[in-house]
């Protein structure tokens, strides 16, 4: 079961909905050895069972730019 994330627009409308694989999540939270004071907005989803984690603003791009840091170095 991967982990559904759901982007809203200031009026509580969901402009778009992605998700990351249940794969994805075992390697970040298992496999990639990640730090979590360097990754700190990442183990924010690293629990399956918090529901509602809400992200705005600065979290928002602090999320994206964890994630291409991750992919960076997986290449």
Partial sequence: MG??????NNDGICMNKSEISEDLHYWLFNLA????GRFRTIFRVQ?????NIQLSG??????IEELKEIRKGAD
């Fill in 3 to 8: 982990l559904d994330i759901l982007i809203y």
């Fill in 33 to 36: 050895n990640l730090d979590k």
């Fill in 47 to 51: 629990d399956y069972y918090k529901t």
């Fill in 58 to 63: 600065i979290e928002i791009s602090s999320f």
